[in-house]
């Protein structure tokens, strides 16, 4: 990403002044930019009546064989400069590791040139909106071409796409059309690659008054001397529209909370869009810039596959079924460490911060999913793995009964200590889960094993972690941790609700809440914020019935991330990787919903228990389409009670 903070360095500065923040420092929100048009299912900024300008922001849209990070400026005088950042996740090159990805800055010079009378068309921005797909309404500095840009990716070809649309607005004939074919070449492991940026037709074109003409921009990557594909803009935007659509339909939240309504609409479609097809099947991969043919243990074991049990989506599921298989060759008798992530399609690994609790994230993800999921072949196929993993955890248990891990998912970015909240957090919730499958699988005796060691495990995290910190009821993060860190609200996502009061006062005081986001750690300096952990904390405060203390803050992030200077989603880190839209932030935006705001949590392979928290201001609150525990359903909470309707 740094080449496009580089390309548009006001961006940049603006994303940095954003992020801001600081011990007793809370500050609100910055003033939207955006609006939320079509029901939620589409933003504006309407740029001809913001005087805030320039302005420069960049937004990641996926398909199964390539992902566009596309970056737009906005100068003073409304002239409108773009910059596509193109990565090919199966198109390796040397060293193929983690961030092998092949990928192409494709700056304005390297794309073909709409012109209109044999000369360059500077674009006048009226108007940019997104729905899936990036629009743009411009007109010729003159006024007298209207132009309507849509950049979106492909749903299964290694190419991504613009159709742009021209409109003679004037008075006379003109000669409209794009200009240079852009090529470049590239060795990768499997030979030579060939980067083209094409316009479809080639040339320039007559335009009489009234008259409008299409235009194709496709920028594509291929192997030499491997065929073509077609450059159809048309047919690729459909395409792209319908898959936008599948992965939005399910799961509709009905708040009366716009911002929150909308923002839910928008993470499914960053957090089910970041599927790509390997070597080895589909998997998630998180994405951002450097994160592409590959499968963590936090971000997609922990993280974003529970969230694809509750969608049906087929893509969704295999790819999470895939990204759970591929750790379990490491899974061997003498119980070492599994890799943080198995990288470069399935053919390599990356453990290079030793063991971050990753078995724990492994089996809390792994049981969730298997039993929100419904599908017995899969749970049995999991179970295994399941029981691998928190016998893994076991031995690793210390003299005071947590476990230990040489650090957390954060990879000591900050301290954690020689034992940490979030893994032993993640194994008491493993080791319930994993009872509720014993007994639909399994065998009794194993079910009320684990049961025990759950027990046991929340009187070690109440006894080592519990700790009055800034005058708060609360955990210390680790043993000798003086300060308030984000991660504490991660018993209160596990059912943990002992310092639930406590902990949500202290997660979103000014020691820790910005205004912006929540710092990793109190009295830090640098504003270090990771979005995951204030998800966590939402969703734990929520799912504890302590929503009255978030909600305005839940409703003020939730209209930054959308409708203010970085939209529209959840973020991953600022400064480190300039706030990328990593996908797996938003699957976990989504679980604020489904595990917090309703209180979903399953009970068997096609049950769950539902405890719902009707938030101080919501009269009423509904999930329709649900698709889970081998049912379709839908939700409803309102003074009268909880609803649960099962749909045919």
Known sequence: MKSLAAAFGIMAAALGAAAAGGQGGARPAAATRWSIADGGKRIVWDVARDARLPHADRMEMSGLRVSLIFSYRVARDRSLALVREVVWPSFRVQPNDTHASFTYRFAENKVPRLTAD???????????????????????????????????????????????????????????????????????????????????????????????????????????????????????????????????????????????????????????????????????????????????????????????????????????????????????????????????????????????????????????????????????????????SLEYCRRRIDADGVVKSNCDELELRFPAGDANLCTSSLYYDALRHAAKLEKEIGSAEAAADCEARAAKMAEAIERHFGCDIRGFRTYRYFAGCKVLRSWIGIPLCMGIYGRAAGTADALFSPWLWTGEGMLCAEGDRRGVTWDRSALYAFRGVFAAGQGGRAMDKFVAYSRSRLLGEHVPYPVEAWPEGGKRHVSAESALYCRIVTEGLFGIDPAGLGSFDARPHLPEGVERMSLKNVRAFGRVFSITVDGAGTRIVEEK
């Open 118 to 388: 044999g000369k360059p068309c500077r674009e006048i921005a009226d108007a940019i909106s997104f729905d899936g797909v990036w629009h743009a309404e411009s007109r010729s500095a003159d006024g007298s071409l209207r132009i309507v840009r849509r950049a979106y990716p492909s749903v299964d070809k290694a190419a991504t796409f613009e159709l742009v649309e021209v409109e003679n607005a004037g008075t006379g004939p003109r000669e409209v059309g794009f200009t240079g074919d852009f090529a470049d070449y590239a060795l990768g492991c499997t030979g030579r690659y060939e980067v083209r940026a094409q316009a479809f037709p080639s040339g320039t074109r007559p335009l009489a008054p009234g008259e409008k003409r299409a235009w194709t921009l496709r920028l594509s990557a291929r192997r030499v001397n491997d065929p073509d594909m077609p450059a159809d803009g048309a047919a690729e935007l459909a395409a792209r529209v319908k898959r936008v659509e599948q992965l939005t339909a399910p799961l509709v939240l009905e708040t009366g909370i716009p911002e929150i309504d909308t923002a839910f609409h928008f993470a499914k479609i960053r957090a089910g869009e970041s599927l790509f097809a390997t070597r080895t099947g589909i998997i998630h991969s998180p994405g951002g810039g450097p994160y592409y043919a590959a499968t963590w243990c936090n971000d997609e074991a922990e993280y974003a596959n529970p969230w694809f049990a509750f969608t049906g989506d087929a893509m969704a599921l295999e790819a999470a079924m895939n990204g759970y298989r591929q750790y379990i060759p490491f899974m061997g008798p003498r119980y070492e460490p599994i890799p943080s992530s198995v990288i470069a399609e399935g053919l390599d690994y990356w453990n290079g911060k030793g063991d971050r609790g990753d078995a724990a994230m492994y089996a809390y993800g792994a049981a969730r999913f298997a039993l929100a999921a419904g599908r017995r072949d899969w749970a049995e196929e999991l179970l295994p793995a399941i029981r691998w």
